[in-house]
């Protein structure tokens, strides 16, 4: 169930995160950001700056170790923050994370499932599913084993999935990074759209260029802060 409409799809304030084993790494130290319905936001940053870690701490699988984080109005607690994740949150993995012996349409489905949502043909989830696989181009791997596509089919099933439950926030981890340019392209599109036509929010680590010139804000990761970048055409 969605709960009361924020404006904000995501509010952090001052997160910070650390590793302590096998050695202190300090991540993210202070990070703020407010992400709205209908925006997308592109954070850049060298390799090893922490923005798989960010995404990790903003879309609730990480912790952090101090600041507050709200997902689409609710303060994210130890408590609420599966819900909140199952809830509201689609989640494009760096590795993909598929269940590889499971076919490509049973992993896009794998989160209505979990949200123990109607899943059987003629439901609203399986005809999303359907769209949101032939939007990526893969409609005609539906029943494939995940095991037998190739690295940029994977990862054109794992931003299905992050799709399907329709969530208020969609989390991407470099999403065109195994892709030509021609999926990339499409998979751009599709990102944006979900974001401007279904009043998401869409928060995408990329280091690609023409994709964050897409967005509607960028951010540098340098030094465990975000930093605005100026941007060509509109300002925000
Ligand atoms: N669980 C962990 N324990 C200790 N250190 C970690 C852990 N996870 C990540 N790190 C370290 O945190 C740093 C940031 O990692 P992260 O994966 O967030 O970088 P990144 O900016 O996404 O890099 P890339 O562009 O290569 O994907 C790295 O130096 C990494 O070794
Ligand atoms: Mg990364």
Redesign the pocket.
Known sequence: MKEQESKYVLEAEELHKS?Y?PAE?S?LRGVSLKVHRGETVAIM?A???????LLHVLGTLEPPCKGKLTIAGQHVTAFNRSVLRRNNIGFVF?SFHLMEDYTVLDNVLMPARIARANIRKGSVSYARAIDMLERVGLGERLDFNTKLLSGGEKQRVSLARALCNDPDLILADEPSGNLDHSNSQRIHELLISVAHDENRGVIIVTHDQELADLCDTRYQLRGGLLQPEACSATQH
């Open positions: 590793f084993q790494v991540i940053g390799s090893g700056e922490g923005k798989s870690t760096q």
